[in-house]
């Protein structure tokens, strides 16, 4: 991949900050490292794990790769780590009133889907919906709703095949941080949201990476983007 978490980042101040191969080759250079692969290393933003730099001829050609065999999702991006993960504890109780968050903010929901999904169709957004109803999702009895988009978002592979106007050249997949197994421990600490990156794919090979920002900001925003029509169809399908 062309980008890797910064080496500091466990340094508040680089939090979350993705790091390019000119970037880390200057950080390096300034550390006084000549090899950047004994500089203090990158990491994967999903596995957390260490990786190395492939230099490459080009500029555009040098990337960060995962230098062993080991299971990190980025490296199969088929696979959905949290399909089948039911809700260990189901709260029956939260589950109305969860869903009737996403019933009244189905609009806003829509609207910060489609901003960190590039070209979302809204036949793809009535899919994460159902997707969410069949894997119980608003039974999670921590489950705070205002991070629903950050937990749709990881139910589906986005195609360019099933993208608004088929405008999408790349495949899409979000992940969490490898710590979270399944959606209750997305919200076990209170307060501190996991790490959510997005990375795109061409075929196989991993193209770019992005930290998705996860606050609850969207809320605050008056957005009428779908129609009435549209709206009857997504309260249909949750
Ligand atoms: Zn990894």
């Known amino acids: 991949m062309h980008k890797a978490l910064h080496p500091q980042h466990s340094n508040p101040t680089y939090k979350n900050q993705l790091?390019?191969?000119?970037?880390?080759?200057?950080?390096?250079?300034?550390?006084?490292?000549?090899?950047?692969?004994?500089?203090?290393?990158?990491?994967?933003?999903?596995?957390?794990r260490d990786m190395k730099v492939k230099a490459g001829h080009t500029k555009a050609n040098a990337h960060f790769y995962h230098n062993d065999s080991q299971f990190c999702p980025t490296k199969d991006p088929a696979a959905r780590p949290y399909r089948g993960l039911t809700p260990t504890r189901p709260d029956p109780q939260t589950v109305e009133q969860n869903r009737n968050f996403a019933d009244l903010n189905m609009d806003k929901l829509w609207a910060r889907t489609k901003d960190i999904v590039p070209f979302l169709d809204l036949k793809e957004f009535l899919?994460?919906?159902?997707?969410?109803?069949?894997?119980?999702?608003?039974?999670?009895?921590?489950?705070?709703?205002?991070?629903?988009?950050?937990?749709?978002?990881?139910?589906?592979?986005?195609?360019?095949?099933?993208?608004?106007?088929?405008?999408?050249?790349?495949?899409?997949?979000?992940?969490?941080?490898?710590?979270?197994?399944?959606?209750?421990?997305?919200?076990?600490?209170?307060g501190q949201f996991s790490r959510l990156t997005r990375i795109s794919y061409d075929k196989t090979k991993t193209k770019a990476v992005r930290i998705i920002d996860t606050s609850t900001n969207y809320l605050n925003t008056n957005t009428s983007l779908l129609s009435e029509a549209q709206l009857v169809w997504c309260r249909c399908v949750m």
């Open 127 to 190: 899919k994460l919906l159902k997707e969410a109803n069949r894997l119980n999702v608003y039974s999670y009895a921590n489950l705070k709703p205002q991070y629903l988009p950050y937990v749709y978002v990881t139910l589906l592979n986005f195609l360019p095949s099933q993208s608004y106007k088929k405008r999408r050249k790349l495949k899409f997949c979000f992940f969490y941080e490898d710590s979270v197994k399944s959606y209750d421990d997305l919200w076990i600490n209170a």
């Open 19 to 48: 790091i390019d191969c000119s970037e880390f080759k200057k950080l390096a250079t300034q550390l006084g490292f000549q090899d950047m692969n004994l500089s203090p290393s990158t990491q994967c933003p999903v596995c957390n």
